[in-house]
């Protein structure tokens, strides 16, 4: 248990539809990330939030959407995805951006 | 711009032998060094990390790090290595300012 919780785990979804991913974290943490995990590629970073603010968004198609309504809770809508944004996304906490980061367990996305 | 190498895709070792996963590092001003483990279908784990004080930092299950400046580098051993420690294993860097860069993995392979 990490004490970050990601929901769905697994996700099919087709290129028209609209669906959200959530993360929800109760460690206390003021800073959340979200994360793309492709096979073969490094780990992306596609958000981060500092106190529900939008610090650093590094060049994400805009059919990814986040949404941060409170420190505890984070968001990630999907609209008219592509095949190539099938990929497993990870959400992580920290209490700083120098701290050590608290990864949920991800949510496989795979898009027909 | 700061980042990370991991110059192995696999390393593999038997079980009971020395392991040494390898990450070398460019970045400005003094770094801080986190290792992360990922195991099938789960999130990273943090392992450990290296902010300043002792070159050699000691983590969870018996892993430990070794900080070297003039190289550099920043591998993770462990002294006797157990089959359950196969994984996919992440080296990261990030100083001042700046967000957390990842490796590009190293998956571990412990044979009985």
């Known amino acids: 248990e990490t004490g970050v919780t990601q929901t769905p785990r697994h996700l099919v979804m087709g290129m028209t539809n609209k669906k959200s991913l959530k993360c929800e974290q109760h460690l206390g943490h003021n800073a959340m990330y979200w994360y793309k995990q492709s096979a073969k590629k490094p780990l992306e970073l596609m958000f981060v939030y500092n106190f529900k603010e939008q610090t650093e968004n590094n060049s994400v198609p805009s059919r990814f959407s986040p949404e941060c309504p409170n420190s505890s809770h984070l968001f990630l809508h999907l609209h008219t995805l592509q095949p190539e944004d099938s990929a497993l996304y990870l959400c992580?906490?920290?209490?700083?951006?120098?701290?050590?980061?608290?990864f949920g367990d991800g949510t496989r996305l795979s898009i027909l | 711009a700061q980042s990370v190498a991991q110059p192995e895709d696999q390393v593999n070792v038997a079980e009971g032998n020395p392991l040494t996963v390898k990450c070398t590092y460019s970045v400005s001003g003094n770094p801080y060094l986190f290792w992360y483990v990922q195991y099938p279908n789960r999130g990273l784990q943090f392992l450990l990390k290296y902010i300043t004080g002792d070159n050699l930092v000691k983590g969870s299950y018996g892993f430990e790090a070794e900080f070297n400046k003039s190289q550099t580098s920043f591998h993770l051993k462990k002294p006797s290595a157990l089959v359950s420690d196969s994984a996919l294993y992440f080296c990261a860097v990030i100083n001042a300012g700046n967000m957390l860069t990842f490796g590009g993995g190293t998956r571990l392979m412990v044979k009985p």
């Open positions: 992580a906490s920290s209490s700083g951006s120098n701290q050590p980061q608290h």
